[in-house]
């Protein structure tokens, strides 16, 4: 799966996009793209760009209404390859509000979910919320998205059945919330989120000097 596109039409773009646009009390009921701020145009496009592997099966999905004028988000799942199971999930929101909000410190902020199961024997692991945390940093990094006010949660659930389910083999999944203002181009954070899913789901990194080809839907 590569970029995304959706509804709203750019008059600058042949290419459709979607965005989620909360008119103010002042505004008209009826926007247009021509109402949207350039720079989440601009943000869009960088989103809609963006070439993910071919494993991330990426959806637009309704965006959060309330939180900021304007809002775009991406929901994506990775299938195992027998197609029988699915390894990981997760939501990747771009809110933008173009008079900024002060937790923010900033005009846009990225709001990421991923969530996987993992192997049994790694639920009694004491650093396994803080192995997946770094995913999340060494992902930034590497995906050079600039960034600050970077904040989250890891959560571990471990799943034991008993009685007449005993047979059943325990579970582990690990859920990690991560929120950050976005520095420059969106897409590379659209990426880096990416890869966190992918590690999340146990996909072994791409080889050096491999780049990763997605198909457009």
Do not use: K
Not at 109 to 114: D, E, G, H, K
Not at 127 to 145: G, K, N, Q, R
């Amino acid at each position: 799966m590569g970029a995304w596109s959706g509804g709203v039409s750019d008059p600058t773009s042949r290419a459709p996009l979607h965005v989620e646009v909360i008119p103010r009390p002042y505004a008209p009921l009826v926007m247009t793209a021509q109402d949207v701020p350039a720079p989440f145009v601009e943000a869009l496009h960088a989103l809609r760009d963006r070439r993910l592997r071919s494993e991330v099966r990426l959806t637009e999905v309704p965006a959060p209404g309330r939180i900021a004028p304007y809002s775009v988000a991406l929901s994506a799942e990775i299938d195992a390859p027998d197609g029988e199971a699915e390894l990981g999930s997760g939501r990747f929101v771009l809110l933008h509000d173009p008079n900024g909000q002060e937790a923010w410190d900033g005009t846009f902020r990225a709001v990421t979910l991923v969530r996987a199961t993992l192997e049994a024997e790694l639920g009694g692991d004491p650093l396994l919320c803080e192995a997946a945390w770094s995913w999340v940093e060494e992902s930034l990094h590497d995906a050079d998205a600039g960034f600050h006010s970077l904040g989250g949660t890891v959560t571990r659930i471990v799943s034991q059945s008993f009685a007449a389910l005993a047979e059943r083999p325990a579970q582990v999944e690990v859920e990690v919330r991560a929120s950050w203002t976005p520095e420059g181009d969106v897409g590379a954070h659209l990426d880096a989120w990416s890869t966190v899913l992918c590690t999340a789901a146990g996909l072994p990194p791409l080889p050096d000097g491999v780049a990763a080809i997605g198909r457009r839907r």
